[in-house]
């Protein structure tokens, strides 16, 4: 069983268009995350919930809206996409919001046109 | 404000030969905690070892360990006996204590073992 599984691991879209990916955790955690990796490489905190509240609103467009119905899922979706948002976005979950390692998910790339 | 540095973009290792990673460090936390992960080609993020500030000993798991010294802000990681599998990017974090609670990435170290 994954323990952090992220769909779709692969997106291409029009620019303009609006997308979603979804998360979800089996590892009982109380906290997830959103994390984006530019072509650089760069890991980027984009968002983080613990028990589905938002702690952690990094300086994001607000393009971006991040929704979590409990605490084992967090979506991620994004309007009006543009070439700049192309980008592997990675889903992680942590047992707590100041404790442990991140759980990675596989990562979904998202590429815009 | 917390930083994380890795200076090495890149580093090269003969088979079978360890290797250090850098990693320097800043925060104004009493506690914290250093983490590293290794990204392989095919892109999961893989946990491979953890410091925490106040532990007494350096932390080991397997071929690797964590040289910390903590009054110089540094945390490498070491990879012994390398193998062809260890080629990969290999990511420095910091998590602290107070204020936000995610882990904050250095910039990575592309690591290639050479057969």
């Known amino acids: 069983d994954t323990a952090v599984s992220q769909t779709p691991k692969y997106l291409v879209t029009q620019m303009g268009n609006d997308k979603s990916i979804k998360c979800e955790q089996n590892?009982?955690?109380?906290?997830m995350y959103w994390y984006k990796q530019d072509s650089k490489k760069f890991l980027k905190i984009m968002f983080s919930?613990?028990?589905?509240?938002?702690?952690i609103n990094e300086t994001v467009p607000n393009r971006f809206s991040p929704k979590s119905p409990d605490k084992a899922h967090l979506n991620l979706h994004i309007n009006s996409l543009e070439l700049g948002d192309s980008a592997v976005y990675f889903c992680?979950?942590?047992?707590?919001?100041?404790?442990?390692?991140?759980?990675f998910g596989e990562g979904s790339r998202l590429t815009v046109l | 404000a917390q930083k994380i540095t890795q200076t090495q973009p890149g580093m090269f290792v003969q088979e079978k030969e360890a290797v250090t990673l850098d990693c320097t460090y800043d925060?104004?936390?009493?506690?914290?905690?250093l983490f590293w992960y290794k990204q392989p080609s095919s892109g999961e993020m893989i946990f491979l070892i953890y410091?925490?500030?106040?532990?007494?000993q350096n932390a080991t798991e397997g071929r690797y360990s964590l040289n910390f010294q903590k009054a110089r802000k540094s945390a490498n990681l070491v990879i012994s006996a390398s193998q062809l599998g260890d080629s990969a990017m290999y990511f420095c974090?910091?998590?602290?204590?107070?204020?936000?609670?995610?882990?904050?990435f250095g910039t990575g170290t592309r690591l290639t073992v050479i057969p």
């Open positions: 590892l009982g955690h109380d906290t």
């Open positions: 974090a910091m998590r602290g204590t107070t204020g936000a609670n995610n882990l904050f």
């Open positions: 992680a979950s942590s047992q707590a919001a100041n404790t442990g390692e991140l759980f």
């Open positions: 919930y613990n028990n589905k509240e938002l702690i």
């Open positions: 925060t104004s936390d009493p506690s914290y905690g």
């Open positions: 410091q925490g500030s106040y532990d007494q």
